[in-house]
């Protein structure tokens, strides 16, 4: 049985988020639908992250077992047709070993976070960025980031839900730069760790943005990490602006 990788796009919005569930849309359950469409019958597919609803993804990437041989551009081809109109593309497959897996075999994740920083409402990225009216200090949300990166606990910046084992993650990089945009400004935050829990992107992003506001000082995220407590955090940020961006593995499948 020939395992296929899948490397995915899609606009999170319709969607309750990646997990299959039960009579509400998701996108592995709009996958796995096109999949029964090429081979009949019930398939189930794996993914590197379970992003949330509204969440987008760049680069997601996900595994799917079949019966039939198939040449990986057919296949990708066949599916994009299959899942129109649904706002998913499958832009790279590839044949792997039937003991690689989408989540498991995994070295990094990537997540972007786009904020955008205006008086206007956001018309044309509405749904794709966190709008919001302070005007932004970088410096100070770059000051208050460095923080956080390292291995620690953290408690304060994951949901009271997180079915995580430990708070206890290391986070490898947070890159934020900043972007003219119309009648404002854009800042993307670049997040970069083996693994995430469960709203830590959008913990650390609502933190961020206070302290860029000015509401809080940089050291106030130090204070919050050190809480180790779920009440230090910011406001959690929506989940428009965030974006699954790549997964990295020791060998790149799609190469």
Same mark, same amino acid.
Not at 26 to 44: R, W
Not at 142 to 170: E, I
């Given at each position: ?49 379970? @992003? ?53 075999? &995994? ?67 947070? @890159? ?6 119309? &009648? ?38 130090? &204070? ?32």
């Amino acid at each position: 049985m020939p395992r296929y990788a899948l490397k995915i796009e899609y606009d999170g919005g319709p969607f309750v988020g990646w997990q299959r569930q039960t009579a509400q849309t998701s996108v592995q359950g709009t996958i796995e639908a096109a999949l029964a469409k090429l081979e009949p019958g019930t398939h189930k597919i794996a993914a590197a992250g379970r @992003t949330d609803a509204g969440v987008h993804a760049l680069g997601q990437v996900a595994h799917a077992d079949l019966t039939r041989d198939w040449e990986p551009f057919r296949l990708s081809e066949a599916l994009n047709y299959h899942l129109r109109p649904a706002p998913i593309a499958i832009t790279a497959c590839a044949e792997v070993a039937p003991d690689w897996h989408a989540r498991f075999s &995994a070295l990094e994740r990537h997540y972007l976070f786009r904020l955008l920083s205006r008086r206007p409402p956001a018309v044309h990225l509405r749904g794709r960025v966190w709008h919001v009216k302070p005007r932004l200090d970088m410096a100070a949300m770059q000051a208050g980031a460095a923080h956080l990166v390292g291995k620690h606990d953290f408690t304060t910046f994951r949901s009271t839900v997180c079915q995580a084992d430990s708070p206890v993650k290391t986070l490898d990089e947070i @890159t934020i730069t900043e972007h003219d945009a119309p &009648a404002g400004r854009e800042f993307r935050f670049f997040l970069r760790a083996r693994s995430f829990l469960h709203n830590q992107v959008r913990s650390i992003v609502g933190s961020l943005e206070r302290v860029g506001a000015g509401s809080w000082p940089p050291e106030q995220v130090k &204070a919050a990490l050190e809480a180790r407590d779920r009440a230090a955090c910011g406001p959690v940020c929506p989940p428009q602006g965030l974006y699954l961006s790549e997964v990295i593995y020791p060998d790149d499948p799609f190469a």
